[in-house]
């Protein structure tokens, strides 16, 4: 089945600690985002990336860092200078096809908390 | 950034009523997406809409691109309790290519 893998379902960060969020697409698309989500509100983007090898800040990149080594896989790392990380992670992803170029295709997250 | 003003942000209702939810924008935007949210997972689109005036159905569920550009309708009729969840509209602002998200319409159907 093709779609997007995100991992771990449930993750927990003591203080200090750098935590790496998986996403992995089986698409073949070329763009892949990041958004953070908390209780009661919409998605705020913290990275995408529209090309291997390069990516761009989002709203709230801060105290966040990602890297695009290869085109299925898009991890974000949650640095201890993200001083409220507690939200739920959502990964997505979009083809540059002309006509569905701004469909993003989301996986089922990941839900962090800080022990 | 550009905002979308979604409405209401919650609802209520009772098994088999019918529910209207909007979004509005300051800008024109080119694409308008709607999007289900069931609680824990990931946001499932629903519908895609690509041209002012295009009325799409998906089952139950209707949407309008408005005249206008700067509006889009969801509609969900006969209501069952799995129609539970948040429900996002998002879209592109003319010449961008960052989705803009609202804020969400929590829904809550009574049996």
């Known amino acids: 089945d093709g779609g997007i893998t995100q991992s771990p379902k449930y993750l927990f960060r003591k203080e200090g600690q750098n935590v790496t969020l998986s996403c992995e697409q089986n698409?073949?698309?070329?763009?892949m985002y990041w958004y953070r989500q908390d209780p009661g509100q919409g998605l705020r983007l913290i990275y995408y990336?529209?090309?291997?090898?390069?990516?761009q800040k989002g709203d709230i990149a801060e105290g966040y860092s990602v890297s695009r080594e290869k085109k299925e896989s898009f991890p974000l790392t949650v640095t201890s200078a993200q001083k409220n990380p507690t939200a739920f992670y959502l990964c997505a992803s979009s083809s540059w096809d002309r006509v569905a170029k701004n469909i993003q295709y989301f996986g089922a997250g990941t839900r962090l908390s800080v022990l | 950034g550009q905002q979308l003003n979604q409405s209401p942000q919650s609802m209520f209702i009772q098994e088999g009523e019918d529910v209207s939810m909007n979004c509005t924008s300051s800008s024109i935007f080119n694409t308008w997406l709607w999007y289900k949210q069931d609680p824990g997972e990931g946001p499932v689109l629903l519908i895609a809409l690509y041209k002012a005036g295009e009325l799409t159905s998906n089952g139950r569920l209707t949407a309008q691109f408005g005249i206008t550009r700067k509006d889009s309708f969801l509609n969900i009729s006969a209501s069952i309790p799995s129609d539970v969840g948040i429900y996002f509209c998002a879209g592109p602002p003319l010449g961008g290519s960052r989705l803009t998200f609202g804020e969400g319409t929590q829904l809550t159907v009574n049996p």
């Open positions: 990336s529209q090309i291997v090898n390069d990516f």
């Open positions: 698409l073949n698309h070329d763009a």
